[in-house]
């Protein structure tokens, strides 16, 4: 690295992007120095350090639903009485990401341009429809985060755009969402893979809407539309969720690595896809479930997952 900058607001750091090209930002740095100090990348030559921008760390909220600045901390999220009661999912996923340290430092816009595949926020934020706004000095513009991720470690903004914040829009009455993930340890555990899960209950105790995405499971996180077509207009049961799980695995595209097999974890997608509807649709007709989902499975999807 042979510059440094650390702008006080969003604006001034487009301008950094816009002046050197090939800049990297950085707010909390718990992807960047990880991979740099792993050999996987190289620190970048110019470095815009964003933490001190105080614009990016703002919470709106509207009657649309509620945008979260860039610099928005996982740890703010997992304890947000917001958060964990009307996006359930978010405040899962970020309960689970690396360590406490981490979740202190890491912030979710980071989390999103990093695009990792196994990425714990990326599904929640899909089941959600959630959007992010990226600024330049061209202006505003406004991306579906499905259409922000473009596959391991790509995005679509442009090398001079800043992920400035993350709207998650709001939800019908009786929704309750969940995040699950295939979890071996406690901390600094990357996802295996992992499922979230939307669902809204009818007035007749029927499934009116749900969605379904996966991480860690296709070179970017990625709804399963099968299997929530198939859920629609059924009972909210473990017959339900296993028939739906096993039409997730056709949206997946695992790889084998270092931490499980392609077909483990084919097979593990059934496994917490059908965990995650169990405790979603559990929170969206009113029982209370702790954050995160992982740590309180065993009495809600003791009948899901047969």
């Known amino acids: 690295m042979s510059r440094y900058f650390a702008p006080t607001t969003a604006a001034e750091a487009a301008a950094l992007l816009a002046e050197h090209g090939g800049a990297r930002v950085v707010a909390g740095g718990t992807d960047l120095v990880v991979a740099a100090r792993g050999g996987k990348h190289r620190m970048p030559e110019v470095l815009i350090a964003i933490h001190g921008a105080t614009d990016l760390a703002s919470l709106v909220e509207n009657e649309d639903g509620v945008r979260l600045g860039a610099l928005t901390s996982h740890a703010w999220i997992e304890r947000s009485p917001l958060i964990g009661s009307h996006w359930s999912a978010l405040a899962d996923a970020s309960a689970l990401v690396g360590s406490p340290a981490t979740r202190a430092n890491g912030t979710l ?4 341009m990093n695009a990792s595949p196994a ?6 934020l899909l089941v959600f429809e959630a959007d992010v706004e990226l600024l330049s000095l061209r202006g505003t513009r406004t991306v579906p985060v499905a259409d922000l991720l473009a596959g391991a470690g790509r995005t679509t903004a442009e090398p001079d755009e800043l992920l400035t914040s993350v709207r998650l829009p709001d939800l019908p009455p009786a ?3 969940a995040y699950v993930r295939l979890e071996h340890r406690r901390a600094m555990e990357i996802a295996v893979v992992g499922a979230a899960a939307l669902v809204t209950l009818g007035d007749d105790g029927r499934v009116a809407d749900c969605r379904v995405a996966l991480s860690a499971a296709a070179p970017t996180c990625v709804r399963a539309r099968e299997a929530e077509d198939l859920l629609r207009g059924l009972r909210p049961d473990g017959a339900s969720f296993r028939d739906a799980a096993a039409l997730a695995t056709g949206a997946v595209q695992p790889i ?5 097999s392609a077909r483990y974890r084919r097979a593990m997608i059934s496994v917490v896809v059908s965990r995650a509807l169990a405790v979603a649709a559990a929170r969206a007709a009113g029982t209370d479930i702790a954050v995160p989902a992982n740590r309180n499975l065993p009495t809600v999807t003791a009948g899901s997952t047969g």
């Open 109 to 112: 816009g980071g989390n999103l």
């Open 119 to 124: 990425m714990d926020t990326g599904a929640p």
């Open 175 to 177: 929704t309750g969402s």
């Open 256 to 260: 084998t690595d270092v931490r499980a």
